[in-house]
């Protein structure tokens, strides 16, 4: 028995919840999907994740708060950037891109909980803006040994990269570009061209799913997008079938799952209110459906995000809960 | 949906109560001395009437009420006042305080009968009996029960709601109160009815002491209108406006009590010391408490004197443990935390809960991460990640006016949530200290 007791402010007691257990959680429940897409796209696969989670880790480490990597959050960055970049990207290419998500994401912002922007998508602007060639090369998968590389990961930075591997389109540029539509099977199971996670709807689901049961994931964002897009694309369809593809192969084309699952339910740049969540995923999910149908690109999910994650505080503000006991929250000022 | 009654939002610790649930209350010998400071209720501390040297029994007055909204002291066991003076309060302040050394041999009989015969008394009568008893509330924040039971003429009563949650981790003061005292619970009921001219009585009781539930409803007067109601299991369902929520699904409005619903909660314990007082004829000077906690060796419901010093509780519980590290006054969500074991318990002292080490590790504090739990636990819909955002700056105006840091009740449930172990509820805390300096300064 000490002579000298602790005295702190109430509540003594704590939920087990932390943040370094909610960020760890979240690259657990992407074991599946990394595994996926090692198994979908081989070496590659592992040597592009690496890349980007080293380029994310390594300026969290150098530049980012003392003992900052511990928490988690730079290593999401990292693994959710690899997983929507291309099988046969340059490393160099990644590492530059995890190196941006974090530097220009989040550190400048002042770190952790600080950024505006989902770091994963603005590493992916940013890559899709300086090397759009090299980001729209989508490595074929059938007819390719597992063991070979999917392009030319080791080229030299600054080089330009030899074109020699066999690539394949995607399900949105075959539509888009060429008006071949992918079957929605292929779709659900992941056996197509895309990004390294963006193959497997239905694995993507599942992992986001056990994220939501342990509370760690809003499941009304990703809900809130998907009906939206859902519901946008079959008025689209009802209108003009021959212009407009089914619900079904929207949803599970693309980023859209990943996105909606693993960047839009980013805590710190999604609305901290349940309205707000669904204000929020229906912006994402009719600019999806916008920009898919009559933009310039074939993708559209990650701009959606980034320009939604621009209006949450707006959302916020305009979310506020209606405090018990008052009929109207007071305007804030 | 009549078997989930409770309010939306709030959260669930562990419930920690197996430690006493199950003791019986046991008396302590008298210790050697008491400290009873003269401020123990919400409002006016009460006026000192003896001096230094003075006898007293146990149950005679030391302190008048001073005014209304105050209460009475008494001694708490019969001996010799030996200093009045600074003594540690359980608030953390000094305040005024009455030492009585207490006569060793003494049987600490009380003069017969200080409080009258409740039958022969009409309203006014039970009122003014109960007020100078020195009866509050036993729940925590001791507001004088006198000043519940006169509600203001236009403020119609139709219902009294007893309150058996007990919704704070590791307490079982009231537990143990309705499961051996029933029938004093259900007499303070009576009484409290006659007095608010009421007929209408609900006792709401967490569903995780089935035999309270038993035990009151076992002993339910045929002729009263008492529902016992079982309660989720959720904290803070002992809170007033989350209790009215459950019971009635109606909202206190914001700033206004439960009166202005036409209800007045009573706790359990404190309905039990209404009829205590009338039934023994001897004012508050005992209360019931739970000494618990991974750092006490023996844990107990015990009956003390008011005015016994934490560390004579503790000896008398065994001591303390090895590893034990933070005394807390109350509940681990609300309660205060004790730095002097000359801390006297006072009327609102619920419990006594000794952490161990394990339990009170500091945890590492991380950025907000917006993650949405503090709205999501907060029983009052605020947004405690934006009041927490305008505390760090210390823009407590700004809280005040258009975040309703008012209507904060600080249950704890936004800390206790908080994946970044932010201190928010503390910062609320600090928050409306700061406000109220600044507006006593303008």
């Keep these: 028995m000490s002579d000298r007791y602790l005295v702190t402010a109430s509540p003594h007691l704590r939920s087990r919840d932390s943040t370094p257990t909610i960020m760890w959680s979240v690259v657990g429940s992407l074991v599946p999907i990394i595994a996926f897409a090692v198994y979908y796209f081989g070496p590659s696969a592992v040597l592009v994740m690496l890349a980007a989670v080293v380029g994310a880790v390594g300026t969290e480490a150098a530049w980012g708060k003392k003992g900052a990597v511990r928490d988690g959050s730079a290593a999401i960055t990292g693994i959710l950037l690899g997983l929507c970049l291309p099988a046969g990207l340059p490393l160099w290419m990644a590492v530059l891109g995890g190196a941006f998500s974090i530097g220009f994401g989040k550190l400048i912002f002042g770190g952790l909980g600080q950024n505006i922007f989902n770091p994963a998508l603005l590493g992916r602007a940013f890559l899709q803006a300086a090397f759009p060639v090299a980001l729209t090369t989508w490595p074929a998968v059938e007819g390719v040994s597992w063991w070979s590389l999917r392009g030319d990961n080791f080229a030299l930075p600054l080089m330009s990269a030899q074109v020699d591997a066999v690539t394949a389109a995607t399900p949105l540029g075959l539509m888009k570009f060429e008006r071949v539509l992918t079957p929605v099977a292929d779709l659900a199971f992941g056996t197509t061209g895309g990004s390294l996670g963006e193959t497997g709807a239905i694995l993507i689901l599942l992992c986001g799913g056990y994220l939501a049961l342990r509370n760690y994931l809003n499941w009304r964002i990703p809900a809130s997008i998907l009906i939206t897009v859902a519901v946008c694309t079959a008025v689209l369809h009802l209108i003009d079938a021959s212009r407009y593809p089914t619900p079904q192969f929207m949803l599970l084309s693309g980023g859209l799952m990943l996105g909606a699952v693993y960047m839009a339910t980013d805590m710190v740049t999604s609305p901290v209110t349940h309205r707000g969540a669904w204000i929020f995923g229906a912006g994402v999910g009719f600019l999806v459906v916008v920009i898919r149908m009559w933009g310039g690109l074939a993708e559209g999910v990650m701009y959606a995000i980034l320009i939604m994650n621009a209006l949450v505080p707006f959302i916020n503000r305009a979310t506020q809960p209606r405090v018990f006991g008052t009929s109207r929250q007071k305007a804030p000022a | ?442």
């Design chain 2, 1 to 442: 949906m009549f078997d989930r009654l409770t309010f939306r939002h709030g959260v669930h610790p562990p419930e920690l109560k197996q430690l006493t649930a199950d003791l019986p209350i046991r008396r302590l010998p008298y210790p050697r001395e008491v400290v009873l400071p003269l401020s123990q209720h919400t409002g006016k501390p009460a006026r000192l009437i003896v001096r230094v040297g003075d006898r007293v029994e146990r149950g005679d007055l030391i302190g008048e009420p001073d005014g209304w909204v105050s209460s009475p002291i008494h001694a708490s066991a019969s001996g010799t006042i030996s200093e009045i003076g600074l003594s540690p309060h359980p608030d953390g302040t000094f305040k005024p305080a009455v030492r009585i050394t207490v006569e060793p041999f003494s049987a600490q009989i009380p003069r017969p009968r200080l409080v009258p015969d409740w039958h022969g008394l009409d309203r006014d009568g039970l009122l003014e009996a109960v007020r100078h008893a020195g009866v509050v509330g036993l729940g925590g924040a001791a507001f004088p029960t006198h000043v519940k039971l006169k509600p203001p003429p236009d403020k119609p009563i139709e219902m009294i709601l007893i309150n058996g949650c007990e919704c704070e981790p590791y307490l079982t003061t009231d537990h143990r109160t309705m499961v051996e005292f029933p029938e004093r619970i259900h007499l303070g009921v009576r009484i409290m009815m006659k007095i608010l001219g009421v007929s209408k009585v609900v006792i709401g009781v967490e569903r995780n002491k089935p035999d309270a539930i038993e035990a009151l409803e076992r002993t339910k007067p045929a002729d009263l209108d008492v529902v016992v109601l079982p309660l989720t299991v959720k904290y803070p369902q002992g809170a007033e406006k989350m209790l009215i929520e459950a019971v009635t699904g109606r909202e206190v409005p914001s700033g206004k009590l439960p009166l202005d619903v036409g209800i007045v909660v009573q706790n359990a314990a404190s309905v039990a010391t209404i009829a205590e007082v009338f039934d023994t004829g001897l004012p508050l000077v005992e209360r019931i408490v739970t000494v618990t906690g991974l750092g006490v060796r023996k844990p107990a419901n015990l009956i003390v004197p008011v005015g016994t010093k934490l560390g004579d509780l503790l000896t008398a519980c065994g001591g303390m443990t090895d590893d034990a590290r933070e005394i807390v006054f109350g509940g681990p969500m609300m309660g205060a935390a004790q730095a002097n074991l000359d801390t006297p318990l006072t009327k609102g002292t619920t419990g006594v809960i000794v952490l161990a080490e394990r339990e009170c590790k500091e945890q590492a504090s991380y950025p907000c991460i917006r993650c949405g739990h503090c709205l999501d636990a907060c029983p009052v819909f605020l947004n405690p990640q934006q009041l927490g955002k305008l505390a760090a700056t210390g823009r407590y105006e700004e809280m005040a006016d258009a975040y309703h840091l008012s209507d904060c009740m600080l249950c704890g449930c936004c800390s206790y949530v908080c994946p970044s172990n932010i201190p928010l509820s503390q910062q609320f805390a600090a928050a409306r200290v700061a406000l109220r300096q600044r507006k006593s300064v303008a």
